[in-house]
């Protein structure tokens, strides 16, 4: 194993501490880790990160389960469309974007219109950190069905197009249409991320090849980390821990855009 393999093996541990600390950011770690460390093609890349982020959330949303912090109805409502969303988005749409995508006279890379968009997608969830959180809704009334139903298909769409669980998009969604407090809009999080990225996953089967020692080693480690992010909630304030990881997916997302785009 060179150094940059060991590296990004050790990188796998900030991944699960992530997905245990604030119920996301796994994918927006993962992708550019298998990328730029690993040296793994982008499209392979998603795919891998689907079930790097899957069985690492699923672990640690059993974990929250057994907590009595999952809300088991909003997983329903929100997972099952979404789940449907990203696996037709990763085993019959992404296969047939070809190569080199046109638009207008400007011609794009399959990889870097797909890193591009990671990147977009990247300082999007900055922003949603970084900025400061207005007051929550903590009481669990009148959910609004329809806008779990609408806000699971399109978070699918993304999680299947860029192979991201979304949860920086989750979480706010079960909190404004289920009226979650935040520990518990974490933990049915990494329910929802759990079965879309496996979901996800199973769509790729086929028509990528699988390096499982790999996968089930960076997921290993990454199942080490999510405990250690599960025991550290005790001890860090989240709004603080929340806009520093902000800072820095905003300087990973500025990072993979000068490298694309300019480079």
Known sequence: MDYTSLIGYSLALLIGISLGLIGSGGSILTVPILVYIMKIEPF?????SLFIVGS???????KN???KKVDTKAVVLFGIPSLISVYITRAFLLPLVPDI????????????????LF???MLTSAIKMIRPRKDQIVEENNPNLGGLVIQGILIGLLAGTVGAGGGFLIIP???LFSNLPMRK???TSLCIVAIQSLIGFLGDIGHTTMDWALLLTFSGI???????GIYLTKFVPDNNLKKGFGYFVLIMAIYILIKEVFL
């Open 222 to 228: 990454s199942i080490i980390g999510i405990f250690i």
């Open 44 to 48: 392979v890349a998603t795919a891998y």
């Open 101 to 116: 995508i046109a638009i207008g006279s400007l011609q794009l890379d399959k990889n870097i219109a797909l890193m591009v």
């Open 119 to 121: 990147a977009i997608v």
């Open 56 to 62: 690492t959330s699923l672990v640690g949303g059993f």
């Open 185 to 187: 809009a974490v933990g």
């Open 173 to 175: 969604a079960l909190v």
């Open 65 to 67: 389960l057994v907590d």
